[in-house]
């Protein structure tokens, strides 16, 4: 009990002292236009209120994530609470404030933009290619998912296909409409079934002085259970994951000023390891000898241990809130990622889309590929997933360490995550069934040359951008609100 309330404890002080670190490190300009002002279009670009801003960069970042990814994490004992508020302070949620601020400081800028600018043309070429498909990918699993825990709900009351119909059409609405229309109005309410949700199951943990394993030198992770690079992929959501860089500009062109951006992107990620905290302790401390973690997820999967928790924690008035909640967070965080697909591609092919029929042309082709995918088996692609996901949120940390080089800050505080974690997702390609199937000693070796030969090519590559005199921010239009409609 005393690692589960210590590590939100460390999670909520990380916010008000790290996380303001950051931002001093970063420094807003609170008199800037940001692009809500200067780009103003009624439907990707304007300014909301911080309060729905923040609900809806939790809410898209959440997903499934950073509960499925504990539940799994916690077959990794107590040492799962340590990534969870470690990563989260110092590399999840700085991960999230410097790709949304950066994204502010360059017009709302998505990840491949960034990318293209910061790391090169061809590496703008390579990211818009793997976050249309990595948000596909998401958007249609999420789809599935989503039917499937309304299915269970409603004990198959409601078919399937159904199911499946509807969300598609609330993702078509959402993803087209003006993002105050639905999003801006629908995920302030799902935020608040969260919210209620996570604190009821975490003060009840706590009422009920359930049995969570304390964290110690003797007490890490369940023996023949490795840590290494396994962990830090199965939790991403919760800890850290790249999906967060395709969410942060959509809120970076909805954000009226830069003061408000600790709140909404490094803040709310902070909730997110606070929800995956909760998940975790919930997993570890209610299913123990007579049967195991691993035989219920094997059994009844994640989304039954949800219920499963829901049941036994909280009753059926709260439980239900509870379930509800987690339909909600793969419902919202999929039309976001078709909306971010959509803005990606318009970006890069440069579609304004202010006119309804320029999104159609884009939305309608990733929606029927989703259709067809929904019909194809998952397991091989999904097993790529974490990976993938973890890959761009490296991306995206060494997108932020060139920008703080080139402007002369302390760049060490986004790329000593970023060395971590492509160490990480080196060795986890070269060591996996899914990928070179080498051996663990040879692993370690290749992982460190490799992750030592990419940081000499940022090394030589920031050295020719500071040489080249690079702008690392957007120039402001002369008169902000020529374009505000």
């Known amino acids: 009990m005393f690692t589960f309330i210590g590590g939100i404890i460390l999670l909520i002080v990380g916010y008000f002292t790290y996380g303001k670190f950051i931002e001093k490190v970063f420094g807003i300009k609170p008199d800037r236009p940001t692009p809500a002002i200067t780009k103003h279009d009624g439907v990707d670009y304007l300014p909301l209120p911080k309060r729905k801003n923040a609900m809806i960069e939790l809410i898209s970042i959440a997903g499934v994530g950073p509960i499925f990814g504990p539940i799994m994490g916690a077959l990794y004992g107590p040492v799962a609470f340590l990534w969870i508020v470690l990563g989260c302070i110092f590399a999840g949620a700085v991960h999230d404030y410097l790709t949304g601020m950066i994204s502010i400081r360059n017009g709302g800028a998505h990840l491949p933009q960034l990318a293209g600018k910061f790391l090169g043309k061809y590496m703008k070429h390579l990211v818009n290619l793997f976050s249309v498909i990595l948000l596909l990918l998401v958007g249609t699993v999420f789809v599935s998912s989503s039917a499937s825990l309304i299915f269970d709900l409603f004990n198959g009351s409601i078919a399937l296909v159904t199911l499946i119909t509807i969300i598609f059409g609330y993702y078509i609405l959402s993803t087209m409409l003006p993002i105050d229309k639905i999003i801006g109005k629908l995920f302030p309410i799902f935020g608040i079934f969260l919210l209620v949700g996570t604190l009821s199951l975490g003060v009840s943990l706590v009422i009920n002085q359930a049995p969570i394993p304390e964290i110690s030198i003797t007490n890490m992770h369940p023996e023949n259970t490795p840590v290494f690079p396994l962990l830090f992929l199965v939790i991403s959501c919760g800890a850290l994951s790249g999906f967060h860089a395709t969410q942060s500009p959509i809120i970076s062109r909805t954000t009226k000023n830069e003061k408000e951006a600790r709140s909404i992107f490094y803040g709310m990620m902070i909730v997110e390891g606070i929800i995956a905290m909760v998940w975790a302790a919930a997993a570890m401390s209610l299913f123990g000898e007579t049967v195991t973690l691993n035989e219920l997820i094997q059994t009844i999967g994640t989304g039954g241990i949800v219920s499963e ?143 030592i030969g990419i940081i000499a090519l940022f090394y030589k590559y920031a050295q020719q951008n500071t040489k080249n005199n690079m702008q690392i921010e957007e120039n402001i239009p002369v008169n902000p609100g020529a374009g505000a409609a």
């Open 309 to 451: 928790v829901g049941t036994m924690m909280l009753g059926s008035i709260l439980g239900t809130v509870l379930v509800m909640s987690v339909i909600f967070l793969p419902l919202s965080s999929g039309d976001t990622a078709f909306r971010s697909a959509r803005m990606i591609i318009a970006d890069y092919f440069n579609i304004s889309q202010s006119k309804i029929a320029k999104r159609l042309i884009i939305a309608l082709p990733l929606f029927t590929i989703s259709v067809i995918l929904t019909n194809m088996d998952f397991t091989l692609l999904w097993r790529y997933f974490s990976w993938a996901n973890q890959s761009l949120a490296v991306i995206a940390l060494w997108v932020a360490s060139m920008y703080l080089f080139i402007a002369k800050k302390n760049y060490w505080i986004a790329m000593l995550p970023g060395i971590f974690m492509t160490y990480v997702t080196t060795a986890y390609i070269l060591n996996a069934e899914i990928g070179f199937r080498l051996p663990m000693n040879i692993t370690y070796i290749l992982s460190a040359v490799m992750t």
